[in-house]
């Protein structure tokens, strides 16, 4: 089974996923550890990496055919990241789809606590980077990603940990496959 969860930056995709993996046993892949690696490479900070995608949308062509090429070729994992869903869904290819939801403000402070910045550099480049990631995604693939029509569930990280979320999901996961009512969704 492939997992995807996405979310918007300080939703918890990647402390979720880490949990869900500890309990399923499935390999994590993460886009964003993927493009964080990619912008260092270039010696490029990750604002500077997105700003540089804008007008070089190979950089993203690049790191959304790492992770189709990831998913199409395993089974058995948990793919995090923005567009990991998205990604699935417009490739064909069955997974469990999960988007991660908190408020702006909870997102705001776990984003500036993981930056180590405070909250007024944090909300300039949390917006930037957001408002950035949605036109690049509109304009490369035609998708709205405040679209969540194309998810199995959507989860409000707000009010559980980590580890209770990820039990939640992997119930949900096994409850929808006993009864046979999951389905993976593919575009047609």
């Not at 409000?156 to 096994?174: G, H, L, Q, S």
């Amino acid at each position: 089974m492939r997992i995807t969860i996405a979310g918007k930056i300080g939703s918890g995709k990647s402390t979720v996923s880490s949990e869900l993996s500890r309990i399923t046993g499935y390999t994590v892949y993460s886009s964003g550890t993927f493009f964080r690696e990619t912008a260092r490479k270039m010696n490029m900070s990750i604002e500077d990496f997105n700003v540089y995608s804008e007008s070089h949308p190979e950089a993203d062509y690049y790191t959304d055919e790492t992770q189709k090429a990831f998913m199409q070729a395993n089974d058995n994992i948990i793919v995090e990241g923005r567009l990991a869903g998205w990604i699935s869904y417009l490739n064909g290819i069955n997974a469990f789809r999960i988007f991660l939801y908190a408020t702006y403000y909870t997102r705001l402070v776990r984003f500036a606590g993981r930056e180590n910045i405070d909250i007024d550099s944090a909300r300039d480049l949390m917006e930037k980077r957001e408002k950035s990631e949605k036109e690049r995604y509109r304009k490369l693939y035609g998708i709205d990603v405040d679209d969540l029509s194309i998810y199995d569930i959507v989860v409000n990280t707000e009010f559980m940990k980590p580890p209770e979320i990820a039990v939640y999901i992997a119930n949900r996961i096994d409850e929808m496959s006993r009864k046979d009512i999951f389905t993976p969704r593919i575009l047609r």
